[in-house]
């Protein structure tokens, strides 16, 4: 073979490589890809692995378990204490249920009851397909919906995600109505709605007027998004019961991949916690559960709001009443959880960045050395986790890392279309202004 085929092999083969390396890392039109991840974060009941899907191989767990007379939770589809026959029938049932249903009218699909864990933990029955969405919680749930290709079965929201409006993400959404407040909302006009599910979380907090999770011919589903940064797990139920897994599985990947991304850059980072941050308003700290809170915590950095905050179920704490530990525990970074929104102006950010007064914190490292930062509080969790590394290891953690993930985010999964990407609707530092 003379040298210029040996050349043009090589360039060949260089390009191939290359193409290959690069659909390693980003992958999003891999087809196969099928999640490895077992802590079930698919929370329905006959998801016997619990991996992210429900399938054949579920009836296989469950006939394995059967013939070793073992029991798990995830196993006992339906729900009476035993893993036996019954829960292989009743998981061939919702497989038959979901191939029956795929691409048929709304009027000719199927309705089937499966039991899942809810957001408080407890087992919970619900409906699937659904068709016709009304959201009693907070505009995660909206922007979750949209994320995984199901913005279309919404068809009625709540005030409080009017009120905290952001105009290019949602604005195809702008004109349904409102079933008032979140955590009571009317029920007349619930039940003069065109819908079958009302989409929410927590009794404690969604929907709390209504504890038996029906009203009329309509459903209560009581799945997770924020709590305790658990998106994923959110957007695989969500998936589930509206027949948009495909869209789920892909926003969770993406997910999935940056947290991988994230696991392999903390790995160059030398004792992460070392570095202490408070995350909060200079009024109210969060901690434990909160969402955001859980994600930067994910830094591996010292969140110093889990260390006063001893109860795991609590979200935060008023400044008022642990001011004083939060002095002692000095960290060196506060980060200021805000509602920013894509339609802000430059001034109006600057202007709630100058506006926070974290004066009470002077005597801390964080204060005295100007490291006061704001993160807008709607973004995925990951995302929120990236920030959070960016703020403290920024060497291992480059701005424009961050910039693309989140233009990468705004492209695939939000319906932000005109919007021009401005990062201090994202992450205000003190050099933004």
């Not at 290959?20 to 999003?28: D, I, K």
């Not at 709304?106 to 309705?111: D, F, I, L, M, N």
């Not at 955001?292 to 979200?315: C, D, F, H, L």
């Not at 506060?334 to 974290?358: C, H, P, R």
Request: charged fraction near 25%.
């Amino acid at each position: 073979m003379d040298n210029n085929k040996i050349y043009a092999l090589v360039a060949v083969i260089v390009i191939i490589v290359a193409a290959a390396g690069a659909f390693l890392c980003f992958g999003s039109s891999d087809s196969e890809y099928k999640s490895t991840n077992t802590d079930g974060r698919l929370a329905i009941l006959g998801n016997a692995d619990e991996n992210d899907y429900l399938d054949e191989n579920d009836v296989e767990k469950i006939e394995e378990m059967i013939e070793k007379k073992e029991y798990s939770k995830m196993a006992d589809a339906n729900n009476d204490g035993v893993v036996d026959e019954k829960d292989v029938q009743f998981v061939k049932d919702i497989l038959d249920t979901k191939s029956f249903n795929k691409d048929k009218d709304v009027s000719e699909q199927k309705k089937m009851t499966v039991n899942y864990i809810g957001v408080d933990g407890d087992i919970l029955q619900g409906k699937f397909p659904v068709n016709k969405i009304m959201i009693s919680g907070t505009q995660r749930s909206l922007g979750l919906a949209v994320a995984i290709g199901a913005g279309d079965k919404i068809v009625a929201l709540n005030d409080y995600i009017y009120k905290y409006w952001d105009e290019n993400f949602f604005k195809n959404y702008k004109n349904l109505p409102s079933i008032g407040d979140r955590k009571n909302p009317d029920q007349e006009t619930i039940l003069k709605l065109d819908a079958d599910t009302v989409y929410a979380g927590s009794v404690s907090k969604y929907a709390v007027n209504i504890p038996d999770n029906e009203i009329g011919d309509k459903q209560v589903l009581r799945m997770v998004t924020y709590e305790d940064g658990r998106l994923a797990e959110g957007a695989l139920m969500l998936g589930f019961f509206t027949g948009c897994e495909k869209g789920a599985e892909e926003y969770v990947r993406w997910m999935d991949d940056v947290v991988a991304d994230i696991d392999k850059k903390l790995e160059n980072v030398k004792d992460p916690s070392a570095t202490r941050f408070y995350l909060g308003t200079p009024t109210y700290m969060y901690a434990q559960t909160d969402g955001v809170s859980s994600a930067m915590s994910e830094s591996g950095a010292t969140n110093i709001g889990n260390i006063i905050v001893t109860n795991k179920n609590a979200a935060g704490m008023s400044v008022s009443k642990c001011l004083e530990d939060i002095l002692k525990q000095n960290p060196g970074y506060i980060v200021a959880g805000k509602y920013l929104y894509t339609q802000n102006s430059a001034k109006e950010v600057e202007e709630i960045y100058k506006g926070l007064d974290f004066s009470n914190f002077k005597s801390t490292d964080a204060y005295k050395n100007g490291n006061i930062y704001m993160v807008n509080y709607d973004l995925p969790f990951c995302i929120s986790t990236y920030i959070a590394c960016n703020i403290f290891f920024s060497e291992e953690f480059p701005d424009s890392d961050l910039e693309n993930m989140i233009k990468e985010y705004l492209d695939r999964f939000c319906e932000a279309d005109g919007y021009e990407f401005q990062m201090y609707h994202f992450l205000v530092t003190p050099e933004t202004f």
